[in-house]
């Protein structure tokens, strides 16, 4: 750090000095309150790393919380796009949305009422809206109107009971719940691993969404390290990190089999025609187009036997 402050800062301080005291105001604000004063001070009034060390470790975890808060605002939209075009779940697991959905909620409130950072856990809830979209689409996708007008009853009342009012959830019931949500989060991945392994492939599943996952996770340990006490949210993430590392390593070794490369077929299939282990129209039209052509064979063959007995 020493070396750093010395041949780059020291040298860059008469230029970049009076560009980081004269910030826009919500520019500058938004620093203060990401950082601190102290840390305000040394780090872009002074442009000084040494001196208080700890505040730039706190500077990256504040980069990576809001990179990581920016990047959940899109994380799985490219998931609900696969869906949408395709209108089918296939490689997608209801149970695992359910589950994982239900983990978001609980981790939200619990940050919520115990007034950490939002840069430690910002995505959670940006996530958690595009879960119960993508859980809705598979339910729409499978038939299954009635269950997810419930299922977003469900989530609302959820959300109420934990968020919304203090006495219907205690503080140390709140505690006892995100204990149980960190084995909800991890739970939510099994059906998806199992579900990719059974199937060959990974279907719809968005590569997308499964290595920001895998890099989420990493960081969040990192960043929760750095600015939050609490062993249950630790040890969620670096579960997190194990689970989401198998299901990139997944679509990694599935991803040239035919259940994943093959999703041209499902853009072209049916709406009243998809699920888990069904064919779309352009598999079925492609067995009708291979019996055609072996009855054509069978049926031109014995002409031709008979013109040579004639000619014969």
Known sequence: ?????????????????????????????????????????ALLL???????????SLAISKALGVGIIAAASIVKVPQIIKLVKSQS??????TSYLLETASFVITL?????????????????????????????????????AQAGAFLAAVGSAVYALMGSDTLVSNAQMTSLQAGAGALSIASKLPQILTIWSQGGTGQLSAFA?????????????????????????????AGFVLNAILAAQVLYYWNSPTTAG?????????????????????LATEEALKVNASAGSTTARPSSSSGRRRG
């Not at 442009?47 to 060390?53: E, K, Q, W």
């Not at 779940?89 to 209801?94: D, N, R, V």
């Not at 959670?124 to 993508?134: K, W």
């Not at 499964?210 to 993430?237: A, H, M, P, W």
């Open 1 to 41: 750090m020493d070396q750093v402050q010395q041949l780059v800062l020291n040298p860059l301080k008469p230029y970049l000095g009076p560009i980081t005291s004269n910030l826009p105001g919500p520019i500058n604000d938004l620093a203060i309150n990401l950082l601190g004063e102290p840390c305000h001070s």
């Open 46 to 56: 002074d442009l000084d790393i040494t001196s208080h060390p700890e505040c730039l």
């Open 89 to 94: 779940s296939e490689g997608l697991s209801f």
């Open 109 to 145: 409130a619990y940050n919520v009422r115990n007034g950490f950072p939002f840069s430690t856990y910002g995505e959670t809830s940006l996530i958690a809206i595009q879960d119960v979209v993508i859980t809705v689409l598979i339910l729409v996708y499978s038939k299954k109107t």
């Open 210 to 238: 499964v290595f920001n996952y895998l890099f989420g996770s990493l960081t969040r340990i990192y960043t929760t390290l750095q600015e939050v006490d609490d062993k249950l949210i630790l040890y969620g993430f670096v």
């Open 263 to 283: 999703h041209g077929k499902e853009v072209d299939s049916k709406p009243g025609l998809q699920g888990v282990g069904q064919k779309g129209k352009a598999a």
